[in-house]
């Protein structure tokens, strides 16, 4: 570890990740690796059509096959008392129905499951799901958002937002007004989504990939009508989510069923075409955006509809125009966000929901309006920094935008910039530069944590949040430590499952300010417990505690505590912000685009971890480089089916693509959201980044792309 002693570890410190040796060395196990007593193996048969429905399914041969313990599908399902009860009529009308796996015979997306081969031997079952055969009756199917936009209609939560004139942008002396696009965003982890289910009598367990150990739990519960106790999820280790584990999705509903159905425990586990769209995504978006502003660049007007898909049998929403509403000081705001229903899965909650999409939209648009007005970008913004927030007037928690504006110019040397597009050249290719700001919403939930202090000197402290990789494991067990006085050797971090305390799903950024709030509150709360038993009580650390224990004849102490949300939350507006600077090379020839330098400052409160909160970023801007070059879920909309579905032909970023990040964390507490000062930092790095590389990529050469992603094609 560098940066802190072992024994004195403080909130802040670079304290080397204490689950990282136990990953690297194939010591953490996730869901696919339970092998338990007489496993069995289920392999998904899923459709051919995107709209129609079941006229007949033949699983005979599939049923002679070796091995093969059951076929299931709509016909012999397992019957699951939750998809027949009668629904909470506002839930229906708001959200529609969530998909109900071998419910009936209806078909709603392409690739969707309607059978389930189980068999003794993964291969036996893979081999017994291609004898499945389907007749079908076709109907005629829309997964073009372009071709539907006449069908928009606003959700049944609105989320739209007016103040001042509508359309005021069209009357300021200078205005612009753009259509932008992005694509689909397929989820990829690291680790496919895999799910093993066993049912002992009318208790199940389930090992899976989730972000949410209690929500997974509730959401078992809900559908085999089971009370909290009959139901285990267990997930203390995910390989990468962000998004797509944050509900129970088919994989984990088809070994929950085969297992019921044949009295084994059997593993499901998804195939990367599959993860395609069993697992949600980010919706594609078509957004329209005008901005004006006087010839000083005072922004007199803001419009922005915003269009997103979702699938036709639920409703699915994000946060689109959030950075619109609260970003820039505007007077004169209409932002409108509305839905098309489409023969597709359900989106889901994907890294900077909502915000990823529209900033990329609001922060393009600004870029152009800076080139119209003949003044820099970054002028532009600041001078129309919200000294409180516009769309409710109430004051910030904190807000160091200006700080990440000034630090992360500095660092990248954004006051040597020739403004002129296509001015710069290194033989072969144009050198451009751009920037973009972000924001994105900072809050904290409640979360319950449990301290075990033992009279050993261990310290055990528990809830049932979750690690997708940002290092959750690593920061709790510095925040108790660091209460504690202890060394962090002495504390273990227990996640990942639904018999801890109540916590939180890991998503929205709100992991550290909710759990982190939880357990250094627990662990207040013990050592003030612990004082109680010492007149010395002054400058005891943790062995000192220990030894109490053992004077007392005590073999552990512990406390549970519930941290509540800030009770006056709505007196302030949490945000975190952030600004990206970026070098572009487009080659004069190819229009080939490598990033060449990257900047990105970052307002996100305290700084739990200097470690993890910078791999937080990098990931952020890898992701972002992903979005803005390369990512894009292409559907042959003849058939309703990916084109792209697989990691040959959907585009991630690898090594050669990403240059060293510059990352500048402002580190500046916030005092009104939660006791430690932290704000979120999962997704913040990721809101316009995306933007910054187009309008970079503008300023190299003069071509200014407004649908992602942006290739070669898009520049010859």
């Given at each position: 570890m560098e940066g802190a002693s072992l024994n004195q570890v403080r909130i802040g410190d670079p304290l080397t990740r204490v689950d990282g040796r136990l990953k690297v060395t194939g010591g953490a196990k996730y869901a696919v690796e339970y092998d338990l007593p007489d496993m069995a193996y289920g392999v998904l048969v899923t459709s051919t059509i995107a709209k129609g429905r079941i006229k007949n399914i033949d699983t005979s041969a599939a049923e002679k096959a070796p091995g093969v313990l059951s076929i299931i599908t709509y016909v012999n399902s397992p019957k699951v008392p939750g998809y027949d009860a009668?629904?909470?009529?506002e839930k229906a009308r708001v959200v529609g129905q969530e998909f109900r796996l071998f419910y009936d015979?209806?078909?709603?997306?392409?690739?969707?499951?309607?059978?389930?081969?189980?068999?003794?031997?993964?291969?036996?079952?893979?081999?017994?799901?291609?004898?499945?055969?389907?007749?079908?009756?076709q109907e005629s199917h829309q997964t073009d958002i372009r071709k539907n936009l006449s069908k928009a209609y606003t959700p049944k939560r609105p989320d739209n937002s007016a103040r001042g004139i509508a359309n005021a942008y069209k009357s300021a002396p200078v205005h612009i007004e753009e259509e932008y696009q992005t694509p689909i965003h397929v989820h990829n982890p690291m680790e496919p989504h895999a799910t093993?289910?066993?049912?002992?009598?009318?208790?199940?367990?389930?090992?899976?990939?989730?972000?949410?150990?209690?929500?997974?739990?509730?959401?078992?519960?809900?559908?085999?009508?089971?009370?909290?106790?009959?139901?285990?999820?267990?997930?203390?280790?995910?390989?990468?989510?962000?998004g797509s584990s944050s509900r129970i999705w088919p994989q984990e509903m088809a070994a929950i069923l085969g297992a019921k159905k044949v009295g084994r425990p059997v593993k499901v586990a998804l195939r990367r075409d599959q993860v395609f769209n069993m697992v949600g995504y980010r919706p594609r978006s078509v957004q329209k955006v005008g901005l004006g502003a006087t010839p000083d660049g005072k922004l007199v007007g803001i419009t922005h509809e915003a269009y997103g898909s979702t699938s036709a049998y639920e409703q699915f929403t994000e946060r689109t125009i959030h950075p619109t509403k609260s970003?820039?000081?505007?007077?004169?705001?209409?932002?409108?966000y509305r839905l098309i229903s489409l023969d597709l899965s359900t989106p889901c909650w994907t890294r900077g929901p909502g915000e990823t999409s529209g900033s990329f939209a609001l922060e393009s648009a600004m870029d152009e309006l800076a080139y119209a007005l003949k003044m820099d970008p970054m002028a532009l913004r600041l001078a129309n920094y919200a000294e409180v927030d516009p769309e409710n007037g109430t004051p910030w928690s904190s807000n160091y935008l200006k700080m990440c504006y000034e630090q992360g110019a500095k660092r990248f040397g954004w006051s040597k910039r020739n403004p002129v597009p296509r001015s710069t050249r290194d033989g072969s290719w144009l050198i451009g530069t751009g920037m973009a700001a972000g924001i994105y919403h900072a809050n904290r939930s409640p979360a319950t944590a449990r301290a075990v202090l033992q009279a050993d000197g261990t310290l055990i402290v528990q809830s049932a949040t979750a690690d997708v990789g940002p290092g959750t494991y690593t920061i709790m067990t510095q925040i108790a430590a660091d209460v504690m006085g202890m060394d962090p050797a002495r504390v273990r971090f227990e996640l990942g499952d639904s018999s801890l305390p109540p916590a939180p799903g890991q998503f929205g950024s709100h992991t550290t300010a909710s759990v982190g709030s939880a357990v250094h509150d627990v662990c207040v709360a013990l050592k003030e417990k612990l004082q109680v038993l010492a007149?010395?009580?002054?400058?005891?650390?943790?062995?000192?505690?220990?030894?109490?224990l053992k004077q007392r004849n005590l073999t552990q102490m512990d406390v549970t505590k519930e941290s509540k949300e800030e009770p006056d939350k709505e007196k302030r507006s949490g945000q975190s912000f952030c600004a990206n600077f970026v070098e572009v090379r487009v080659h004069a020839a190819t229009g080939e685009v490598r990033v060449s330098r990257v900047v990105s400052a970052l307002d996100v409160g305290k700084?739990?971890?200097?470690?993890?909160?910078?791999s937080q970023v990098l990931g952020s801007v890898v992701w972002g480089i992903g979005m803005a070059l390369m990512e894009d879920g292409v559907i042959d909309h003849r058939y309703g089916r990916y084109v792209t579905k697989d990691l040959a032909d959907y585009h991630v970023p690898v090594c050669a693509d990403v240059p060293a990040i510059d990352v500048i964390l402002i580190d500046q507490p916030d005092a009104f959201l939660d006791p430690i000062g932290a704000k979120g930092i999962g997704?913040?790095?990721?809101i316009g980044f995306a933007a910054a590389m187009a309008n970079a990529v503008y300023h190299a050469t003069g071509?200014?792309?407004?649908?992602?992603?942006?290739t070669p094609d898009k520049l010859l």
């Open positions: 009668k629904p909470d009529p015979e209806k078909i709603h997306f392409n690739n969707q499951p309607i059978a389930l081969a189980v068999a003794d031997t993964f291969e036996r079952a893979t081999y017994a799901a291609s004898l499945v055969k389907v007749e079908y009756v093993t289910a066993v049912w002992e009598g009318d208790r199940v367990t389930v090992y899976n990939k989730t972000q949410a150990s209690k929500l997974a739990q509730s959401d078992i519960m809900k559908a085999f009508s089971l009370p909290e106790a009959n139901v285990h999820v267990h997930s203390p280790f995910v390989g990468g989510a962000f970003l820039y000081n505007c007077p004169n705001l209409n932002a409108t007149a010395d009580q002054k400058n005891r650390d943790g062995q000192a505690y220990a030894d109490l700084v739990i971890n200097q470690h993890t909160a910078r997704e913040i790095g990721l071509k200014r792309i407004r649908e992602l992603p942006i």
